[in-house]
C-alpha cells in the first residue's frame, strides 16, 4: 500500500496520462499520450520507504520530471522497459562496501504493467548498471 501522498499522486497521474485516448471522438489529432510512463524511486537503505525520491519518467515523447529523460528511455528501451535487466557498465569498478540503495519502477511501458524494486549494494553499483535511469 503507497502511504506517501506525493508517490501516490505521482502514479495516478502516470496512469491518467496513458488512460486518456489519445484523440477525442471527431477531434483533429494533436499529441499522443506517452508510450511509457514511469514513476522512478530511490532511497538508502534495503526497502523503498515514504521519505523516498522519486521522479517521473515519461518516453515517447520524453519528459517528465527526470534529469534526464532522453538518456533514460534509451537505456530502458534497450530493455523492454525492464530495471532489472539493465547493465550499463559492466567494467565499472566499485568498492565492495555495502552501503545498500533500493530503487523502484512502477507504471507502463508500451501498454505492459511494470513494478519491480532491486536493492543494490551501493549507488556505486546501481549507476554502474542503470545508468542514467536512477542518477537524480
Known amino acids: 500500500m503507497l502511504r506517501n501522498r506525493p508517490l ?13 485516448p489519445a484523440v477525442p471522438a471527431g477531434a483533429t ?5 506517452p508510450a511509457a510512463a514511469l514513476v522512478l524511486t ?7 520507504t515514504p521519505a523516498a525520491k522519486w521522479v517521473l519518467l ?5 519528459g517528465g520530471t527526470h ?9 530502458l528501451a534497450a530493455t523492454g522497459g525492464s530495471i532489472s535487466t539493465l ?3 559492466r567494467d565499472a569498478i566499485c568498492p565492495m562496501i555495502y552501503d545498500p540503495v533500493t530503487v523502484s519502477a512502477t507504471g507502463v ?5 511494470i513494478r519491480e524494486q532491486i536493492t543494490f549494494p551501493n549507488r556505486c553499483v546501481l549507476i554502474a548498471e542503470t545508468g542514467p535511469v536512477f542518477g537524480f
Open 109 to 113: 511501458w508500451q501498454g505492459r504493467r
Open 67 to 75: 534529469p534526464a529523460p532522453g538518456a533514460s528511455c534509451s537505456a
Open 58 to 62: 515519461t518516453c515517447g515523447p520524453n
Open 87 to 89: 547493465r550499463l557498465d
Open 8 to 20: 501516490r499522486f505521482a502514479l495516478i497521474t502516470a496512469a491518467a496520462l496513458l488512460a486518456v
Open 29 to 33: 489529432p494533436r499529441t499522443a499520450p
Open 42 to 48: 530511490g532511497n538508502p537503505g534495503e526497502a523503498v
